[in-house]
T-cell receptor
Framework: ETGVTQSPTHLIKTRGQQVTLRCSSQSGHNTVSWYQQALGQGPQFIFQYYREEENGRGNFPPRFSGLQFPNYSSELNVNALELDDSALYLC????????????FGPGTRLTVT | GIQVEQSPPDLILQEGANSTLRCNFS?????LQWFHQNPWGQLINLFY???GTKQNGRLSATTVATERYSLLYISSSQTTDSGVYFCAVRVHSGNTPLVFGKGTRLSVIA
């Protein structure tokens, strides 16, 4: 158990819809990162949040957006879903004192039909 | 960007056997982590090891930063060791992201 929780665990959406995924970070961790893991691949960095602001972004289009709340929990929003968005979405938290060691949640498996 | 290559891509072991997984990276890194992803998708931290050697029970890891590789050793493998093992690195400092390899899929059979 890492202390990082995500919801929901599974989700099925239709192409063109919007989705919101949620993450609660480990106690004491104020930095949250989101990753997308396609089948058979390693996780790919989407973006990172620190103090409620985006603090780094990978090669993902603007329809991927996020929020971080004062309690350090976070949301990932994806608009205009495409079939290729089907993946496992992972949230990771880390502390500013030890930014280098990230702890991952169990993930949300999104299927877009 | 940095390239992370893991080998072998797939590995099948008899229970009790030992194995070595390798991670090569193309640039200097200041962070390297090994993860185990279980069949339910959970990524579990095994080691934070930017350099040197660490051991935790049946698992140990060595990173030779100057030669840009890391090794994960699994001894006396058990069926519960099955899953995908990922190496992830971070270049520079601060808010640069972890870059993952494609993983080694390990199957331990009884």
């Amino acid at each position: 158990e890492t202390g990082v929780t995500q919801s929901p665990t599974h989700l099925i959406k239709t192409r063109g819809q919007q989705v919101t995924l949620r993450c609660s970070s480990q106690s004491g961790h104020n930095t949250v990162s989101w990753y997308q893991q396609a089948l058979g691949q390693g996780p790919q960095f989407i973006f990172q949040y620190y103090r409620e602001e985006e603090n780094g972004r990978g090669n993902f289009p603007p329809r991927f957006s996020g929020l971080q709340f004062p309690n350090y929990s976070s949301e990932l929003n994806v608009n205009a879903l495409e079939l290729d968005d089907s993946a496992l979405y992972l949230c990771a938290s880390s502390s500013r004192q030890n930014l280098y060691e990230q702890y991952f949640g169990p993930g949300t498996r999104l299927t877009v039909t | 960007g940095i390239q992370v290559e893991q080998s072998p891509p797939d590995l099948i072991l008899q229970e009790g056997a030992n194995s070595t997984l390798r991670c090569n990276f193309s640039d200097s890194v200041n962070n390297l982590q090994w993860f185990h992803q279980n069949p339910w998708g959970q990524l579990i931290n095994l080691f934070y090891i930017p350099s040197g050697t660490k051991q935790n029970g049946r698992l140990s890891a060595t990173t030779v930063a100057t030669e840009r590789y890391s090794l994960l050793y699994i001894s006396s493998s058990q069926t519960t060791d099955s899953g995908v093992y990922f190496c992830a690195v971070r270049v520079h400092s601060g808010n640069t992201p972890l870059v993952f390899g494609k993983g080694t899929r390990l199957s331990v059979i009884a």
